[in-house]
């Protein structure tokens, strides 16, 4: 696969997402047609001291025509580069990402993901020794910068270029902002205008009228989206959908919603089995159901049950509920009727 040909087809990319993008997650997009998905962060540490946890992280297939994309992140050169080198010998995916945006304590205090926004030498010698060491295309992904109006995203993505990162993805907001208040996209667009590889811009994007507006204005090649598929896998098609062909794609309704929601489940009870599928699902069935009448009744009842068969008896009832509350029939919506 050449970047080229990703971002042509497939202009709108789902985010990694640490506790998010899971295997069962990836699936469920891949149903929805989404060729191309990453994984969630991986230590580079973690892969090259064979830690089974972080290895867990990389299951997936490459070989079913599907594209996956695996992010890395790590501060120490050598071991960024052979952590590159066993992902791709063992692994295969289509491209390698370098993470320089993660905000939390336990990354950044020692130097990786978004504390390489305030150090460019180190930064760009993890893009070249991971670039030197394998023959995937290398992207990274970074933030505005560290502090809010300290930008250093237009230095590190000119730095990663030169280093042969294939592409830069731009999450417009300062690690000291973490996800608070509003992604920049002026220091997208200024930097896209600077580099010469392919920039993705990524921040705050919930709609694919959104989508279409940032791709038309903001000079990127392609865009990312992260906390608008939570709850609604259906924003990643919709949003390639909108931008290749100028249709607006349907919303889905509340049947397909909830039946959705049943639906992760069961791919997450298969994938971890019952007892780690439940707490792992709660928060995605409560992105499924935020902003429907009495999610938050619906919510901490689903929070107290354990078995997946319970769970599911209140989702469908909801859904049955919410539908006649749809043609008119209120009282079907009493929460004590559904739980
Ligand atoms: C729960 C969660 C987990 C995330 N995990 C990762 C990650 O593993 N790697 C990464 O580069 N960014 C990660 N991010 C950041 C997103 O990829 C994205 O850059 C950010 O949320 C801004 O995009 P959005 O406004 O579309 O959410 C994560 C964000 C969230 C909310």
């Known amino acids: 696969m050449r970047l080229k040909e990703l971002f042509s087809r497939q202009p709108v990319i789902p985010a990694p997402m640490a506790g998010v993008t899971d295997f069962p997650f990836r699936q469920i997009l891949r149903e929805l047609g989404i060729k191309f998905v990453f994984t969630e962060m991986v230590s580079s540490k973690g892969l090259v001291y064979g830690n089974q946890k972080t290895e867990e992280l990389l299951d997936f297939n490459s070989e079913d025509g599907f594209w996956t994309g695996v992010q890395i992140f790590g501060e120490d050169p050598e071991i960024m580069g052979q952590a590159a080198v066993y992902i791709e010998e063992t692994y295969a995916p289509q491209l390698i990402?370098?993470?320089?945006?993660?905000?939390?304590?336990?990354?950044?205090?020692?130097?990786?993901g978004a504390a390489l926004m305030k150090d460019a030498d180190r930064a760009e010698k993890i893009v070249e020794?991971?670039?030197k060491k394998i023959n995937l295309p290398v992207t990274v992904k970074i933030r505005a910068g560290w502090n809010k109006g300290q930008y250093t995203a237009r230095e590190i993505s000119r730095r990663a270029e030169q280093a042969g990162a294939g592409a830069v993805t731009i999450h417009g907001r300062a690690r000291s902002q973490f996800y608070e208040g509003q992604a920049d996209w002026d220091i997208i667009q200024a930097t896209a205008r600077e580099v010469n590889i392919p920039l993705v811009g990524n921040g705050d994007i919930f709609t694919?009228?959104?989508?279409?507006?940032?791709?038309?204005?903001?000079?990127c090649r392609a865009l990312m989206v992260a906390r608008g598929l939570q709850g609604n896998p259906w924003l990643v098609s919709r949003a390639n959908q909108l931008i290749k062909t100028g249709s607006i794609p349907k919303k889905p309704d509340i049947k397909e919603i909830i039946d959705m929601a049943c639906h992760h489940l069961d791919r997450a009870v298969n994938y971890y089995g019952p007892h780690r599928a439940v707490p792992k699902m709660r928060k995605h069935l409560?992105?499924?159901?935020?902003?429907?009448?009495y999610a938050t009744i619906?919510?901490?009842?689903?929070?107290q049950l354990k078995e997946v068969n319970q769970i599911k008896t209140v989702l469908k009832k909801y859904k049955t509920a919410l539908i006649k509350y749809q043609q008119g029939c209120k009282e079907e919506l009493d929460p004590k009727k559904i739980i």
Do not use: S
């Open 298 to 303: 619906i919510k901490d009842q689903i929070n």
């Open 97 to 112: 990402d370098i993470n320089m945006g993660c905000p939390v304590n336990k990354v950044v205090k020692n130097g990786a």
């Open 129 to 131: 020794e991971v670039v």
């Open 286 to 293: 409560h992105w499924y159901i935020k902003g429907l009448p």
């Open 208 to 219: 694919p009228q959104t989508a279409r507006e940032k791709f038309r204005t903001a000079g």
